[in-house]
Structures are given as structure tokens and as C-alpha cells.
């Protein structure tokens, strides 16, 4: 969804907390340039940040172990919010799992049964803590050679074995060939948004399940609150709809010049495009006002 470049506005005078205390940023569509790169200039503020005593937290859709893309970024702290929530890893020790939030499997399992009677056609994904798992349909992913291809009742089913329970499922992804993507999160919120938090990143139909309540806003304000840091002393940037929840509980937050209309909406501020270093941008005007 990202804008040619110099299109977007630039970034506008919202108001800042007079020193904040954590930059809490999304990665692709936000912090990554389409590229998947991580420009200097976005690397030398984020240096900058925390050197003036800002945390800076990655929160994003991805699993841990594709956060190659900025691990060799991170400077003080080194934790990201990975799977939309549903995990808090230590970048600094190769992504190592420090908090899971779980979907817990009957309730995806029942995800899986409305979603297959309201949308036919749909396929899943099941991302574990070790790694992801698909039906035969389902697009396959390239960084994921060795998973498991079954159907997603298969997959669920995992029972315990001599090794103990089953790797904890982060989130169930569902995909669909036909439908638009905010048509296809609609109907799924109204056949199952009581039983697991839905959401999706991408230009495609594929949804984003995870345990009720389990956002990249709620594990953010659950790392702040170890912190005792509060919501108004967050600046958060997104731009998909996986970010709206974080945007509008962070004191502060911008939607990229590329963002979803939904998100440009509900964030405070505008910044420029994922292309034109907006998370950047703002960064250096936090640390010019200190």
C-alpha cells in the first residue's frame, strides 16, 4: 500500500509529550522500506533514540525468526513484539522467547469451523512458537521450507507426547483467493470476532487470528506497565489495520503516508511514507525538541 515516492504530506505538528519514554514502531509498511531494508538514516535515529534514553520496541506481525531484518539494529534493550502480540522475544539472544500469549487450540479449532462454512475456499496457516504449519491450499512460504502441510483440524489436533504438550500456537492465518481483504475481516469478526482477536497486514485476503484480547496494543501496555511507563509517554508509528489498536492507545502515534484509510484516521499524526524514512522523520524532530 505504499505511495510513490514524495507523494505523502509531510509529517504534521501534532502535539509530543514533552520527553517521551518509548518509540514503539511497526516494521513492514512502516520502519522497512519496501525493499525490506532498513535505510541509515532510520538506523542512525534509532541509535540516536536510545542513546537519549528512549527504548525502542519492533512490534510487529512477524514471527521471531524473521526478525533478521532488524535485529542487527537494536541497540539497548533488544526485545521485540512479534506475531501481533502473542510473543515478546530478546533480539539480543537470537530471538529468544521471553512471554507467550497463546490461541489456545479448541478455540481455533472453532475458527476454523465458521470460517469454512461462512467463507468456502478459505485455507490456513497455524504459526507455532517453533515454527509455521499449512494445508495443501494454502500459498506456501518461501522462508519456511520444512513445515508440515496437513489440514488445519490435523494440525490442531496435536496431542501431547512423551516430550510434553504441543508448541503453543501463536496465531491461525487464513487466506482467501476471492474475497477483498477488509470484506473478508468483516465477515470474519461477525462469525468469529467473540472467540479470538482478529486483523490482517496484508494486501491480500489473509487474516491474522490470535487469542482473545491478544493485540499488539495489550502486550505493549503489559511491556510498558513493567516499566511503569505510561500510554501518554508512548510514540507509536503503523500502518496496517494489525496497528490500530496500538495507535489509538499510545499517547502519540502516526499513521504512515502509505497507511490503510482506516489507520490515517485513528492515529494522532501523518508522517511520510515507509519509502521516505517517516518513522525517521519524526524521530529526529522528538530528539530536537529534548
Known amino acids: 500500500m505504499t505511495s510513490p515516492r514524495g507523494s505523502a504530506p509531510a509529517p504534521d505538528a501534532s502535539p509530543l509529550p514533552a520527553r517521551p519514554r518509548l518509540i514503539a514502531t511497526d516494521l513492514d509498511g512502516t520502519l ?5 531494508s532498513v535505510s541509515d538514516r532510520t538506523i542512525a535515529a534509532l541509535g540516536r533514540a536510545e542513546e537519549a534514553g528512549i527504548e525502542v520496541f519492533f512490534v510487529t ?50 475458527v476454523v469451523e465458521a470460517l469454512r462454512a461462512a467463507a468456502p475456499g478459505t485455507t490456513f496457516a497455524v504459526e507455532q512458537t517453533t515454527g509455521i504449519n499449512y494445508e495443501p491450499a494454502y500459498p506456501a512460504f518461501a522462508q519456511d521450507p520444512g513445515a508440515t502441510i496437513a489440514t488445519a483440524e490435523k494440525l490442531l489436533r496435536a496431542e501431547e507426547t512423551d516430550e510434553g504438550a504441543p508448541d503453543p500456537v501463536l496465531k491461525l492465518l ?15 469478526r461477525t462469525v468469529a470476532g467473540d ?12 487474516l491474522e487470528i490470535s487469542g482473545l484480547g491478544v493485540s499488539k496494543a495489550s502486550t505493549l501496555a503489559l511491556c510498558c506497565a513493567e516499566r511503569s511507563i505510561s500510554s501518554d509517554e508512548v510514540v507509536a508509528f503503523g500502518d496496517m489495520p494489525n496497528d490500530l489498536e496500538m495507535l489509538t492507545w499510545a499517547g502519540t502515534s502516526y499513521a504512515m503516508g502509505n497507511a490503510h484509510p482506516e489507520v490515517l484516521a485513528a492515529a494522532s499524526g501523518r508522517t511520510l511514507t515507509n519509502n521516505e524514512d517517516g518513522v525517521a522523520v519524526v524521530i529526529e524532530q522528538i530528539l530536537a525538541r529534548l
Open 32 to 36: 522497512l522500506h519496501d525493499d525490506k
Open 61 to 110: 506481525g512477524r514471527p521471531a525468526r524473521w526478525m533478521d531484518v532488524v535485529s542487527a539494529h537494536v541497540h539497548g534493550h533488544g526485545m521485540a513484539i512479534c506475531a501481533n502480540g502473542a510473543a515478546v522475544v530478546d533480539l539480543h539472544s537470537g530471538g529468544k522467547l521471553l512471554t507467550a500469549r497463546p490461541l489456545d487450540r479448541p478455540v481455533a479449532l472453532d
Open 174 to 188: 487464513a487466506h482467501h483467493p476471492e474475497l477483498t481483504p477488509d470484506g473478508f475481516l468483516a465477515l470474519a
Open 195 to 206: 472467540r479470538a482477536t482478529l486483523t490482517r497486514s496484508s494486501p491480500t485476503a489473509l
